[in-house]
């Protein structure tokens, strides 16, 4: 293991706590989806102490105009959850399909059919470009652009499902 990334996973383990106090409206550039890039938000959280599935849950809660306090529903899985297994990507995606679907109540057939659907797709689409767990993952790492990739296959995503009604 580089040295970097024993580096990452130890500071998203001790970060894990500290992420969730975080001001999340540092970040005022939250525009909504017309020019609204998830990519950009995700690099620059990644950038402002935002790890993996924060990152990218952020990114899509600002795209779908959520509250951004969700996010901190996230916090405790970066770093494949502190321990090299899923890759934070992965879930922070999969928590982002699930919000962007709408299924907040159980009796919501129709949602969980849709985000059902699309976190297959976000799955198998993750499979075919990265390893799903952290420690699967070659050195050097693209970190950064493993979120960048996540967050526009996501807002492709969400632009061809809300195009179609």
């Not at 024993?6 to 992420?19: A, M, P, Y």
């Not at 996230?74 to 928590?95: I, P």
């Not at 679907?101 to 057939?109: E, I, R």
Request: hydrophobic share 35%; net charge positive; charged share 20%.
């Amino acid at each position: 293991m580089s040295p970097n990334r024993r580096e990452f996973l130890g500071l998203s383990c001790s970060c894990l706590g500290f992420l969730a106090a975080l001001d999340l409206k540092a970040f005022p550039e939250q525009s909504g989806p017309e020019g609204a890039s998830m990519v950009q938000w995700t690099s620059q959280h990644l950038n402002g102490g935002f790890w993996s599935a924060d990152s990218l849950l952020l990114s899509a809660v600002k795209y779908l105009k959520k509250p951004e306090e969700i996010v901190s529903v996230a916090t405790g899985f970066g770093g494949g959850m502190g321990r090299k297994e899923l890759c934070g990507f992965v879930t922070g995606g999969v928590m982002a399909i699930g919000l962007f679907s709408g299924a907040a109540k159980g009796g919501d057939k129709a949602g969980r059919q849709k985000c059902q659907r699309l976190t297959k797709e976000y799955l198998y689409w993750w499979a075919k470009t990265n390893p799903l767990h952290c420690g699967e993952i070659k050195q050097p790492c693209d970190y950064k652009g493993m979120g960048e990739k996540a967050s526009e296959f996501i807002q492709k995503l969400f632009e061809r499902e809300s195009q179609k009604g």
